[in-house]
Protein backbone atom coordinates (compact mmCIF):
# COMPACT_ATOMS: atom_id res chain seq x y z
CA UNK A 1 0.00 0.00 0.00
CA UNK A 2 2.74 3.10 0.76
CA UNK A 3 4.83 1.94 -2.40
CA UNK A 4 1.14 2.43 -4.37
CA UNK A 5 1.23 5.52 -2.71
CA UNK A 6 4.60 6.90 -3.45
CA UNK A 7 3.82 5.36 -7.19
CA UNK A 8 0.23 7.61 -6.92
CA UNK A 9 2.87 10.62 -5.50
CA UNK A 10 5.27 10.51 -8.50
CA UNK A 11 3.20 9.97 -11.04
CA UNK A 12 0.82 12.91 -9.53
CA UNK A 13 4.11 15.14 -9.98
CA UNK A 14 4.71 13.65 -13.48
CA UNK A 15 1.65 13.80 -14.84
CA UNK A 16 -0.91 16.42 -13.53
CA UNK A 17 0.13 18.70 -15.80
CA UNK A 18 -0.05 16.79 -18.97
CA UNK A 19 -3.75 15.45 -17.79
CA UNK A 20 -4.80 18.79 -17.08
CA UNK A 21 -3.49 20.26 -20.63
CA UNK A 22 -4.87 17.18 -22.38
CA UNK A 23 -8.15 17.50 -21.29
CA UNK A 24 -8.36 21.73 -21.44
CA UNK A 25 -7.42 21.51 -25.25
CA UNK A 26 -9.84 18.71 -25.71
CA UNK A 27 -13.02 20.40 -23.86
CA UNK A 28 -11.66 24.00 -23.49
CA UNK A 29 -12.81 24.36 -20.10
CA UNK A 30 -10.46 24.77 -17.36
CA UNK A 31 -13.32 23.78 -14.34
CA UNK A 32 -13.51 20.19 -16.24
CA UNK A 33 -9.88 19.69 -17.09
CA UNK A 34 -8.76 20.46 -13.24
CA UNK A 35 -11.69 18.64 -11.04
CA UNK A 36 -11.48 15.45 -13.73
CA UNK A 37 -8.09 15.22 -13.18
CA UNK A 38 -8.11 15.60 -9.60
CA UNK A 39 -11.07 12.78 -10.15
CA UNK A 40 -9.10 10.90 -11.81
CA UNK A 41 -6.32 10.91 -9.22
CA UNK A 42 -8.75 9.99 -6.62
CA UNK A 43 -9.96 6.59 -8.54
CA UNK A 44 -5.89 5.70 -8.41
CA UNK A 45 -5.71 6.21 -5.01
CA UNK A 46 -9.15 3.67 -4.69
CA UNK A 47 -8.09 1.47 -7.92
CA UNK A 48 -3.95 0.71 -7.46
CA UNK A 49 -3.73 -0.35 -4.30
CA UNK A 50 -6.40 -3.41 -5.54
CA UNK A 51 -5.74 -3.88 -9.22
CA UNK A 52 -2.51 -2.89 -9.11
CA UNK A 53 -0.48 0.05 -11.03
CA UNK A 54 -1.07 -0.11 -14.72
CA UNK A 55 1.21 -0.39 -17.32
CA UNK A 56 1.12 3.10 -18.43
CA UNK A 57 0.09 5.10 -15.52
CA UNK A 58 -0.12 8.49 -17.34
CA UNK A 59 -2.26 6.98 -19.84
CA UNK A 60 -4.92 5.14 -17.96
CA UNK A 61 -5.36 8.56 -15.87
CA UNK A 62 -5.83 10.72 -19.38
CA UNK A 63 -8.41 8.00 -20.23
CA UNK A 64 -9.73 8.00 -17.04
CA UNK A 65 -10.44 11.98 -16.94
CA UNK A 66 -11.85 12.04 -20.51
CA UNK A 67 -14.12 9.49 -19.68
CA UNK A 68 -15.07 11.11 -17.09
CA UNK A 69 -15.03 14.55 -18.67
CA UNK A 70 -17.67 12.97 -21.10
CA UNK A 71 -19.81 11.73 -18.55
CA UNK A 72 -19.83 15.22 -17.08
CA UNK A 73 -20.50 17.04 -19.99
CA UNK A 74 -23.15 14.97 -21.17
CA UNK A 75 -24.73 15.43 -17.68
CA UNK A 76 -24.59 18.95 -17.63
CA UNK A 77 -24.88 19.94 -21.75
CA UNK A 78 -27.96 22.43 -22.19
CA UNK A 79 -27.22 22.33 -25.77
CA UNK A 80 -27.29 19.28 -27.91
CA UNK A 81 -24.35 20.73 -30.00
CA UNK A 82 -22.16 20.74 -27.55
CA UNK A 83 -23.45 17.19 -26.23
CA UNK A 84 -22.69 16.11 -29.82
CA UNK A 85 -19.28 17.70 -29.57
CA UNK A 86 -18.59 15.95 -26.45
CA UNK A 87 -19.53 12.42 -27.90
CA UNK A 88 -16.99 12.98 -31.65
CA UNK A 89 -14.12 14.04 -29.16
CA UNK A 90 -11.14 12.24 -30.72
CA UNK A 91 -8.03 11.46 -29.07
CA UNK A 92 -5.75 12.88 -31.65
CA UNK A 93 -6.99 16.17 -32.44
CA UNK A 94 -5.35 19.01 -35.13
CA UNK A 95 -2.11 20.77 -33.14
CA UNK A 96 -2.99 24.76 -32.16
CA UNK A 97 -0.83 27.39 -32.57
CA UNK A 98 2.90 27.65 -33.50
CA UNK A 99 3.99 24.47 -31.27
CA UNK A 100 1.89 21.74 -30.66
CA UNK A 101 2.23 21.02 -26.62
CA UNK A 102 -0.46 21.20 -24.77
CA UNK A 103 1.09 22.05 -21.74
CA UNK A 104 2.82 25.08 -23.37
CA UNK A 105 -0.99 25.91 -24.51
CA UNK A 106 -2.47 25.74 -21.29
CA UNK A 107 0.43 28.22 -19.97
CA UNK A 108 -0.03 30.54 -22.93
CA UNK A 109 -4.82 30.53 -21.99
CA UNK A 110 -3.46 31.35 -17.97
CA UNK A 111 -1.14 34.16 -19.13
CA UNK A 112 -3.99 35.89 -20.83
CA UNK A 113 -3.66 39.52 -20.41
CA UNK A 114 -6.90 39.81 -19.54
CA UNK A 115 -6.25 38.62 -16.40
CA UNK A 116 -4.38 40.18 -13.87
CA UNK A 117 -0.53 39.75 -13.47
CA UNK A 118 -1.13 37.85 -9.99
CA UNK A 119 -4.03 35.93 -11.03
CA UNK A 120 -2.07 34.86 -14.29
CA UNK A 121 0.68 33.38 -11.98
CA UNK A 122 -1.54 31.50 -9.61
CA UNK A 123 -3.99 30.13 -12.05
CA UNK A 124 -0.82 28.91 -14.00
CA UNK A 125 0.90 27.85 -10.62
CA UNK A 126 -2.55 25.28 -10.35
CA UNK A 127 -3.49 24.52 -13.58
CA UNK A 128 0.72 23.71 -15.00
CA UNK A 129 2.75 23.67 -11.65
CA UNK A 130 0.29 21.37 -10.09
CA UNK A 131 0.53 23.18 -6.32
CA UNK A 132 -2.17 23.51 -4.44
CA UNK A 133 -4.55 26.28 -3.06
CA UNK A 134 -2.60 26.93 0.20
CA UNK A 135 0.72 26.20 -1.38
CA UNK A 136 -0.18 29.16 -3.39
CA UNK A 137 -1.73 31.09 -1.02
CA UNK A 138 1.28 30.42 1.23
CA UNK A 139 3.51 31.99 -2.19
CA UNK A 140 1.35 34.97 -2.41
CA UNK A 141 0.87 35.54 1.76
CA UNK A 142 -2.88 35.71 1.33
CA UNK A 143 -5.36 33.58 2.58
CA UNK A 144 -6.48 30.32 1.21
CA UNK A 145 -9.84 30.78 0.60
CA UNK A 146 -9.29 34.34 -1.15
CA UNK A 147 -6.20 32.42 -3.79
CA UNK A 148 -9.34 29.76 -4.12
CA UNK A 149 -11.55 32.68 -5.00
CA UNK A 150 -8.93 34.27 -7.19
CA UNK A 151 -8.12 30.95 -8.72
CA UNK A 152 -12.17 30.31 -9.51
CA UNK A 153 -12.85 34.08 -10.86
CA UNK A 154 -9.66 33.33 -12.99
CA UNK A 155 -11.39 30.50 -14.59
CA UNK A 156 -14.59 32.11 -14.99
CA UNK A 157 -13.32 35.12 -16.97
CA UNK A 158 -10.93 32.83 -19.25
CA UNK A 159 -14.82 30.84 -19.81
CA UNK A 160 -16.92 33.90 -20.24
CA UNK A 161 -14.77 35.61 -22.37
CA UNK A 162 -14.49 32.65 -24.77
CA UNK A 163 -10.64 33.05 -24.60
CA UNK A 164 -9.10 30.82 -26.60
CA UNK A 165 -6.96 27.72 -25.72
CA UNK A 166 -3.81 27.59 -27.97
CA UNK A 167 -0.11 29.17 -28.47
CA UNK A 168 -0.77 32.61 -29.75
CA UNK A 169 0.15 32.60 -33.42
CA UNK A 170 4.01 34.03 -34.27
CA UNK A 171 2.67 37.51 -34.59
CA UNK A 172 1.08 37.56 -31.31
CA UNK A 173 4.22 35.95 -29.62
CA UNK A 174 5.88 39.15 -28.25
CA UNK A 175 2.83 41.07 -26.63
CA UNK A 176 2.31 37.88 -24.97
CA UNK A 177 5.57 36.59 -23.62
CA UNK A 178 6.50 39.19 -21.11
CA UNK A 179 3.36 37.61 -18.90
CA UNK A 180 4.88 34.01 -19.67
CA UNK A 181 7.97 34.21 -18.83
CA UNK A 182 7.09 36.24 -15.35
CA UNK A 183 4.92 33.20 -14.72
CA UNK A 184 7.70 30.45 -15.34
CA UNK A 185 10.27 32.64 -13.28
CA UNK A 186 7.59 32.61 -10.52
CA UNK A 187 7.00 28.84 -10.92
CA UNK A 188 10.72 27.68 -11.44
CA UNK A 189 11.58 30.30 -7.69
CA UNK A 190 8.62 28.27 -6.04
CA UNK A 191 10.82 25.10 -6.98
CA UNK A 192 13.94 26.14 -6.43
CA UNK A 193 13.09 28.02 -3.04
CA UNK A 194 11.10 26.19 -1.12
CA UNK A 195 13.45 24.10 0.87
CA UNK A 196 11.56 22.01 3.49
CA UNK A 197 12.51 17.97 3.93
CA UNK A 198 10.18 16.33 2.39
CA UNK A 199 9.43 18.99 -0.65
CA UNK A 200 12.64 18.34 -2.82
CA UNK A 201 11.34 15.61 -5.03
CA UNK A 202 7.84 18.25 -6.17
CA UNK A 203 10.11 21.19 -6.32
CA UNK A 204 13.05 19.73 -8.37
CA UNK A 205 10.12 18.76 -10.77
CA UNK A 206 8.71 22.07 -10.56
CA UNK A 207 11.78 23.53 -11.72
CA UNK A 208 12.47 21.48 -14.29
CA UNK A 209 9.09 22.53 -15.84
CA UNK A 210 9.85 25.70 -15.31
CA UNK A 211 13.09 25.01 -17.98
CA UNK A 212 11.14 22.65 -20.40
CA UNK A 213 8.44 25.03 -21.25
CA UNK A 214 11.11 28.16 -20.87
CA UNK A 215 13.05 26.12 -23.66
CA UNK A 216 10.06 25.60 -25.54
CA UNK A 217 9.40 29.30 -25.76
CA UNK A 218 12.64 29.86 -26.86
CA UNK A 219 11.86 27.04 -29.72
CA UNK A 220 9.15 30.02 -30.60
CA UNK A 221 10.70 32.82 -30.33
CA UNK A 222 14.74 32.08 -30.66
CA UNK A 223 15.89 36.15 -31.79
CA UNK A 224 13.72 37.19 -28.13
CA UNK A 225 16.83 38.16 -25.77
CA UNK A 226 14.99 37.86 -23.04
CA UNK A 227 14.01 34.17 -23.19
CA UNK A 228 17.31 33.27 -23.72
CA UNK A 229 18.37 35.23 -20.58
CA UNK A 230 15.49 33.49 -18.49
CA UNK A 231 16.20 30.18 -19.61
CA UNK A 232 20.27 30.99 -19.12
CA UNK A 233 19.48 32.34 -15.66
CA UNK A 234 17.14 29.44 -14.60
CA UNK A 235 20.10 26.89 -15.48
CA UNK A 236 23.27 28.34 -13.76
CA UNK A 237 20.56 28.62 -10.70
CA UNK A 238 19.70 24.93 -11.06
CA UNK A 239 23.29 24.13 -11.69
CA UNK A 240 23.72 24.88 -7.87
CA UNK A 241 20.57 22.63 -6.41
CA UNK A 242 22.93 19.97 -5.38
CA UNK A 243 24.69 22.19 -2.82
CA UNK A 244 22.57 24.57 -1.94
CA UNK A 245 21.16 22.53 1.59
CA UNK A 246 23.68 20.52 3.36
CA UNK A 247 22.82 17.14 4.61
CA UNK A 248 20.70 18.09 8.32
CA UNK A 249 18.68 20.47 6.16
CA UNK A 250 20.29 23.60 6.68
CA UNK A 251 20.42 26.31 3.27
CA UNK A 252 24.21 26.51 2.37
CA UNK A 253 25.15 30.12 0.98
CA UNK A 254 27.33 30.86 -1.81
CA UNK A 255 30.17 31.44 -0.33
CA UNK A 256 30.22 28.29 1.83
CA UNK A 257 28.83 25.94 -0.81
CA UNK A 258 30.86 22.99 -2.51
CA UNK A 259 31.71 23.98 -6.17
CA UNK A 260 32.94 20.80 -7.08
CA UNK A 261 28.79 19.68 -6.28
CA UNK A 262 27.66 22.19 -9.30
CA UNK A 263 26.11 20.51 -12.49
CA UNK A 264 28.56 21.84 -14.98
CA UNK A 265 26.84 20.98 -17.90
CA UNK A 266 24.30 23.19 -16.64
CA UNK A 267 26.77 25.83 -16.25
CA UNK A 268 28.39 25.50 -19.47
CA UNK A 269 25.01 25.40 -21.23
CA UNK A 270 24.04 28.96 -19.01
CA UNK A 271 27.46 30.19 -19.71
CA UNK A 272 27.12 29.91 -23.75
CA UNK A 273 23.84 31.65 -23.84
CA UNK A 274 24.75 34.59 -21.83
CA UNK A 275 27.68 34.90 -23.98
CA UNK A 276 25.78 34.95 -26.92
CA UNK A 277 22.83 37.64 -26.00
CA UNK A 278 26.63 39.46 -24.97
CA UNK A 279 28.05 38.92 -28.93
CA UNK A 280 24.55 39.72 -30.19
CA UNK A 281 25.37 43.68 -28.79
CA UNK A 282 22.03 44.52 -28.26
CA UNK A 283 20.70 46.08 -24.78
CA UNK A 284 20.12 43.42 -22.63
CA UNK A 285 16.86 43.48 -20.60
CA UNK A 286 16.20 42.47 -16.87
CA UNK A 287 16.24 38.78 -17.04
CA UNK A 288 19.85 38.66 -19.67
CA UNK A 289 21.41 41.27 -16.51
CA UNK A 290 20.49 38.57 -14.03
CA UNK A 291 21.81 35.55 -15.51
CA UNK A 292 24.80 37.81 -16.33
CA UNK A 293 25.55 38.16 -12.23
CA UNK A 294 24.38 34.61 -11.98
CA UNK A 295 27.57 33.55 -14.92
CA UNK A 296 30.26 35.86 -12.66
CA UNK A 297 29.56 33.97 -9.52
CA UNK A 298 29.57 30.24 -11.55
CA UNK A 299 32.59 31.32 -13.03
CA UNK A 300 34.45 31.75 -10.21
CA UNK A 301 36.03 28.22 -8.38
CA UNK A 302 36.24 29.89 -5.12
CA UNK A 303 34.36 32.56 -3.66
CA UNK A 304 37.05 34.39 -3.15
CA UNK A 305 37.74 34.76 -7.02
CA UNK A 306 34.35 36.48 -7.43
CA UNK A 307 34.62 39.76 -9.85
CA UNK A 308 33.06 41.71 -7.15
CA UNK A 309 33.05 45.03 -9.14
CA UNK A 310 31.83 43.14 -11.93
CA UNK A 311 28.73 42.58 -10.31
CA UNK A 312 28.01 45.75 -8.79
CA UNK A 313 28.71 47.42 -12.11
CA UNK A 314 26.05 44.59 -13.40
CA UNK A 315 23.26 45.26 -10.44
CA UNK A 316 23.93 49.15 -11.24
CA UNK A 317 22.90 48.47 -15.17
CA UNK A 318 19.77 46.36 -13.40
CA UNK A 319 18.70 49.29 -11.23
CA UNK A 320 18.08 51.83 -14.64
CA UNK A 321 15.44 48.98 -15.47
CA UNK A 322 14.38 48.01 -12.01
CA UNK A 323 14.83 50.48 -9.66
CA UNK A 324 13.09 48.31 -6.93
CA UNK A 325 14.13 48.16 -3.16
CA UNK A 326 15.16 44.15 -3.53
CA UNK A 327 17.40 44.67 -6.54
CA UNK A 328 18.79 47.81 -4.04
CA UNK A 329 19.47 45.09 -1.23
CA UNK A 330 20.88 42.19 -3.49
CA UNK A 331 23.70 45.21 -4.81
CA UNK A 332 24.55 46.25 -1.07
CA UNK A 333 25.70 42.65 -0.39
CA UNK A 334 27.78 42.59 -3.35
CA UNK A 335 29.29 46.37 -2.39
CA UNK A 336 29.86 44.65 1.26
CA UNK A 337 32.27 42.16 -0.43
CA UNK A 338 33.77 45.15 -2.63
CA UNK A 339 33.78 48.43 -0.23
CA UNK A 340 33.39 46.65 3.18
CA UNK A 341 30.12 45.96 5.22
CA UNK A 342 29.88 49.71 6.43
CA UNK A 343 28.97 51.41 3.53
CA UNK A 344 26.95 47.91 2.31
CA UNK A 345 24.74 48.98 5.57
CA UNK A 346 24.22 52.49 5.17
CA UNK A 347 22.51 51.33 2.07
CA UNK A 348 20.51 48.40 3.51
CA UNK A 349 19.48 50.55 6.00
CA UNK A 350 18.03 52.85 3.97
CA UNK A 351 15.82 50.24 2.34
CA UNK A 352 11.62 49.95 2.94
CA UNK A 353 11.94 45.97 3.17
CA UNK A 354 11.06 45.95 7.09
CA UNK A 355 8.55 42.57 6.32
CA UNK A 356 11.22 40.92 4.16
CA UNK A 357 13.57 38.43 5.75
CA UNK A 358 15.90 38.57 3.73
CA UNK A 359 16.56 42.48 4.22
CA UNK A 360 16.78 41.39 8.06
CA UNK A 361 19.31 38.48 7.49
CA UNK A 362 21.44 40.87 5.51
CA UNK A 363 21.64 43.56 7.73
CA UNK A 364 22.28 40.83 10.72
CA UNK A 365 25.18 39.64 8.79
CA UNK A 366 26.56 43.18 8.00
CA UNK A 367 26.06 43.93 11.87
CA UNK A 368 28.33 40.30 12.61
CA UNK A 369 31.14 41.56 10.33
CA UNK A 370 30.77 44.98 11.80
CA UNK A 371 31.47 43.46 15.58
CA UNK A 372 28.16 45.04 16.61
CA UNK A 373 26.53 41.37 18.30
CA UNK A 374 23.76 42.61 20.10
CA UNK A 375 22.15 44.72 17.14
CA UNK A 376 23.58 41.45 14.97
CA UNK A 377 21.09 39.16 17.50
CA UNK A 378 17.85 41.19 17.27
CA UNK A 379 18.20 41.26 12.91
CA UNK A 380 18.91 37.45 13.16
CA UNK A 381 15.58 37.10 16.03
CA UNK A 382 13.50 39.23 13.22
CA UNK A 383 14.89 37.19 10.08
CA UNK A 384 13.85 33.73 11.68
CA UNK A 385 10.50 34.89 12.59
CA UNK A 386 10.20 36.07 8.81
CA UNK A 387 12.20 32.99 6.96
CA UNK A 388 9.74 31.01 4.81
CA UNK A 389 11.01 27.33 5.19
CA UNK A 390 13.04 25.29 7.54
CA UNK A 391 16.24 24.90 5.82
CA UNK A 392 17.26 28.69 5.74
CA UNK A 393 15.32 28.78 9.16
CA UNK A 394 17.93 26.62 10.31
CA UNK A 395 20.98 28.50 8.63
CA UNK A 396 19.61 31.13 10.53
CA UNK A 397 19.90 30.29 13.68
CA UNK A 398 22.86 28.51 13.63
CA UNK A 399 24.18 31.88 12.48
CA UNK A 400 22.38 33.83 15.45
CA UNK A 401 24.45 31.55 17.90
CA UNK A 402 27.43 31.44 17.36
CA UNK A 403 27.22 35.36 17.59
CA UNK A 404 29.79 36.32 20.95
CA UNK A 405 30.39 39.50 22.52
CA UNK A 406 28.13 42.51 23.09
Known amino acids: MTDVGEVIARTHRAEWARVVATLARRFGDLDIAEEMAAEAFATAVERWPVDGVPPNPGGWLTTTAHRKAVDRVRREARREEKHREALMLSDTPEP ?6 DRLRLVFTCCHPALAMETRVALT ?13 HAFLVQETAMGQRITRAKTKIKAARIPYRVPSREDLPARVTGVLAVLYLIFNEGY ?9 VRADLTAEAIRLTRLVRALLPADGEVVGLLALMLLTEARRAARVSASGELVTLGEQDRGAWDRELIAEGHALVRARLASGRAPGRYQILAAINAVHTDARDIRDTD ?26 AVAELDGPEVALAEVDRLP ?7 HA ?3 DLLRR ?11 DRAIALAGNTAETAYLIRRRDQLTGP
Do not use: K
Open 96 to 101: LGAIDD
Open 125 to 137: LRMVGGLTVPEIA
Open 193 to 201: LASDPGQEA
Open 308 to 333: WSQIVALYDQLLRLDPSPIVRLNRAI
Open 353 to 359: LEGYHAF
Open 362 to 364: TRA
Open 370 to 380: LGRSVQSRAAY
